[in-house]
């Protein structure tokens, strides 16, 4: 069956989750094109977070020494399984991000992968949120696999957004994928707020296994999504 998103909310019982927009059916029709026949190729060298959670990374950073720059050394448990933490950065004095990654695996070529990030300041969650939509929105242009679903926590602040996403790579294979990221007010202290994401990213390489990894997105998809909507937040500090 191809896959197609659906528009379900994250079950929790005790916070209420809703929709705000759901999957669109031109990326719907897209998704079913490239699950019935894949002809085109690429890699996603890349995941789509940034500056202040929006920038397209096109190259993993080389290898360097991690520093835990927010007291969440890890590891981290989430759905079942243990992540390490693999690398971080401080891309500006206000923002920091931290990637994990299960054992065996790589930030270069992950299947899995946690993201925890901060960013100090004024932003705000629905701010965070509308930037990296408008990049996703943007990005239809050259990549029509590109899907989004967001719902909304309004008793806790909170955002959760899914999205799909696809490149091509200089060996003409496709890499797919799929993120759900949650935004949360942050409050590291008296003077210091703004926005924590705690996301998860799956990926698959190559046209078969992206073909395989899109027609099982529907089962594993809405579980990865309740697991992070019922997670606790990593206890992060700046």
Same mark, same amino acid.
Request: aromatic share 10%; hydrophobic share 40%; proline share 5%.
């Given at each position: 069956?191809?896959?197609?998103?659906?528009?379900?909310?994250?079950?929790?019982?005790?916070? /209420?989750?809703?929709?705000?927009?759901?999957?669109?059916?031109?990326?719907?029709?897209?998704?079913?094109?490239?699950?019935?026949?894949?002809?085109?190729?690429?890699?996603?060298?890349?995941?789509?977070?940034?500056?202040?959670?929006?920038?397209?990374?096109?190259?993993?950073?080389?290898?360097?020494?991690?520093?835990?720059?927010?007291?969440?050394?890890?590891?981290?448990?989430?759905?079942? /399984?243990?992540?390490?933490?693999?690398?971080?950065?401080?891309?500006?004095?206000?923002?920091?991000?931290?990637? =994990?990654?299960?054992?065996?695996?790589?930030?270069?070529? @992950?299947?899995?992968?946690?993201?925890?990030?901060?960013?100090?300041?004024?932003?705000?969650?629905?701010?965070?949120?509308?930037?990296?939509?408008?990049?996703?929105?943007?990005?239809?242009?050259?990549?029509?696999?590109?899907?989004?679903?967001?719902?909304?926590?309004?008793?806790?602040?909170?955002?959760?957004?899914?999205?799909?996403?696809? #490149?091509?790579?200089?060996?003409?294979? @496709?890499?797919?994928?799929?993120?759900?990221?949650? =935004?949360?007010?942050?409050?590291?202290?008296?003077? #210091?707020?703004?926005?924590?994401? @705690?996301?998860?990213?799956?990926?698959? =390489?190559?046209?078969?296994?992206?073909?395989?990894?899109?027609?099982?997105?529907?089962?594993?998809?809405?579980?990865?999504?309740?697991?992070?909507?019922?997670?606790?937040?990593?206890?992060?500090?700046?």
């Amino acid at each position: 069956m191809p896959y197609s998103l659906p528009a379900n909310t994250p079950e929790q019982s005790q916070v /209420k989750w809703e929709p705000v927009f759901r999957p669109e059916l031109r990326t719907n029709k897209e998704l079913e094109r490239f699950t019935d026949s894949i002809k085109i190729g690429t890699a996603l060298a890349a995941r789509l977070v940034a500056a202040c959670f929006v920038a397209i990374v096109i190259a993993m950073p080389a290898a360097a020494q991690v520093k835990d720059f927010l007291s969440v050394p890890g590891p981290l448990e989430f759905d079942g /399984k243990s992540y390490g933490l693999a690398w971080s950065g401080q891309p500006t004095a206000n923002y920091v991000k931290q990637e =994990y990654v299960p054992a065996g695996q790589k930030v270069e070529t @992950y299947a899995q992968m946690l993201l925890v990030e901060v960013v100090t300041g004024e932003i705000k969650v629905m701010d965070a949120v509308r930037s990296q939509v408008d990049a996703l929105n943007k990005r239809k242009a050259s990549d029509p696999l590109v899907n989004i679903s967001l719902v909304e926590n309004k008793a806790t602040g909170e955002a959760l957004l899914d999205f799909i996403a696809s #490149t091509k790579g200089a060996d003409g294979e @496709y890499i797919v994928e799929w993120n759900a990221y949650r =935004y949360a007010p942050y409050r590291g202290g008296a003077k #210091t707020a703004g926005v924590l994401l @705690y996301a998860v990213s799956h990926r698959a =390489y190559g046209n078969q296994n992206a073909k395989t990894f899109l027609g099982g997105l529907k089962q594993f998809r809405q579980r990865q999504i309740n697991a992070l909507a019922k997670a606790d937040l990593p206890a992060a500090k700046r």
